[in-house]
């Protein structure tokens, strides 16, 4: 897949995933940078879920319906962060908006402690 932009949200198929990891196909949104997608052959996603048991933090952010895609409210798990093969992308959902990337940003800076 070329040209796979940062602030996209693709569903993503994670397999193979154990443990705790996100196990089901579901719409994450892009994160690494756009250089690092066009040759890397990766990109860095995040996943969303409904996350109706999770409140909107640092790490959680919230996505309204139709933001990126979405068909419902949803949450940014910015503490499941992974890189995946392109080939892993389906279906392109949409984009977050720039406040939003902002605040994944945020969250992502705060799980990796870059500050």
């Keep these: ?6 602030g996209e949200v693709y569903d993503v198929k994670p397999d193979p995933s154990i443990g705790k990891e996100i196990q089901k196909t579901r719409p994450c949104v892009v994160v690494s940078a756009d250089i690092f997608n066009q040759y890397a052959g990766l990109v860095v996603v995040c996943p969303l879920t409904e996350g109706m048991y999770l409140s909107p933090d640092v790490i959680h952010i919230a996505v309204n319906k139709g933001q990126g895609g979405t068909t419902k409210d949803s949450i940014v798990l910015c503490d ?28 992502l800076r ?3 402690n870059l500050h």
Excluded at 1 to 6: D, K
Excluded at 84 to 102: F, H, I, P, S, W
């Design 110 to 112: 705060s799980v990796l």
């Design 1 to 6: 897949m070329t040209g796979v932009r940062r």
């Design 80 to 107: 499941q962060v992974k890189a995946v093969d392109q080939e892993q992308l389906m279906e392109k959902r949409g984009n977050v908006n720039a406040e939003t990337m902002q605040k994944i940003d945020k969250g």
